[in-house]
């Protein structure tokens, strides 16, 4: 794998997941096509030409020592970081990057700073190690689908969707905080699909975070695309009322937008009391 080199890693973060982030790899060989905001971005940027040099994914091999440097200065400052917004943490079926990204998540919670993590692809075993990693941290994938043709064209090379939900519930077993984003969700002419369905995969989790599909012309050529994420929206929290999972609705997906559940990214421990019996059958 290419490497690079970077001058910062740590910076202040946009997402609601955290209030720092880190993108310790440039490009991502999953290689989504809803399309990939961040492709797009550093394309703008003009660092990136192409779709293919994107998917050939750049390591920042300096990302430890500049953590070292980093971390003393804003461990005071910090709540949580977010890996990654503009890259994978756990690319599929590149050991380089997760070996990476595991070391980057231990040197943080050496210094007790809680990562909340997000991927498309397979989370290693490793993590239930509360001693190395700590227990404080929260995963996360993202599953938009079940269906293998969607994945085919719109997530070639990421995870298949069983098998990231089976290392998501590894990690629930084992006692640490899980969540889903179920996000960029497509409508019906992109995939025909069962969201309850989908939804029952996933029961175990802590949280969930649901979200339309932007910047899709396809979207926008679904006639009733409103109404529709609208009765998404709503089946999503009737699900999670039922089940006490903590959820949240990306703004612009409903009608009408509820600003009191943002706040589920900044709390923790999440506090909703789960009842194990309660959560649906998993069928993984
Ligand atoms: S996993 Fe995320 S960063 Fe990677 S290609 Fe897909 S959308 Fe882009």
Redesign the pocket.
């Known amino acids: 794998m290419q490497k690079i080199t970077c001058k910062t890693l740590l910076y202040k973060s946009g997402v609601e997941y955290a209030d720092y982030c880190i993108n310790h790899i440039e490009g ?1 060989s ?3 096509r ?1 399309p ?4 797009n971005m550093k394309k703008r940027c003009g660092v990136i030409k192409d779709y293919n040099d ?1 998917i050939k994914p750049k390591i920042v091999e300096n990302a430890l020592e500049l953590l070292d440097k980093e971390i003393p200065k804003l461990k005071h400052k910090i709540k949580v970081v977010h890996l990654c917004f ?3 943490p756990f690319m599929y079926k590149q050991k380089e990057v997760s070996d990476l990204t595991l070391k980057i998540i231990e040197r943080l919670n050496r210094d007790n700073i809680r990562c909340t993590v997000l991927t ?1 692809g397979i989370y290693p075993k490793e993590l239930a190690d509360t001693e190395k990693y700590g227990r404080n941290n929260e995963y996360a994938i ?1 599953l938009v689908s079940l269906n293998k043709n969607f994945k085919k064209n719109f ?1 070639p090379n ?1 995870a298949p969707y069983e098998s990231r939900i089976k290392s998501l519930k590894f990690l629930h077993d084992q006692g640490l905080k899980t969540w889903v984003s179920m996000e960029p969700y497509p409508t019906p002419n992109l995939s025909k699909q069962n969201l309850p369905e989908i939804l029952e995969k996933i029961g175990f989790v802590d949280k969930v975070i649901f979200g339309k599909l932007n910047y899709n012309v396809q979207v926008s050529n679904f006639q009733d695309n409103s109404d529709f994420y609208n009765n998404c929206a709503n089946i999503v929290i009737d699900f999670c009322g039922k089940y006490k999972i903590e959820h949240h609705i990306k703004y612009g997906t409903k009608r009408k937008d509820d600003r009191s559940t943002e706040k589920i990214f900044r709390k923790f421990p999440i506090k909703a009391e789960r009842n194990p019996i309660q959560t649906p059958q998993l069928s993984i």
């Not at 990939?36 to 492709?39: L, P």
């Open positions: 991502c999953h290689g989504c809803f990939c905001y961040a492709m994107w503009t890259t994978d498309k993202t997530e990421a």
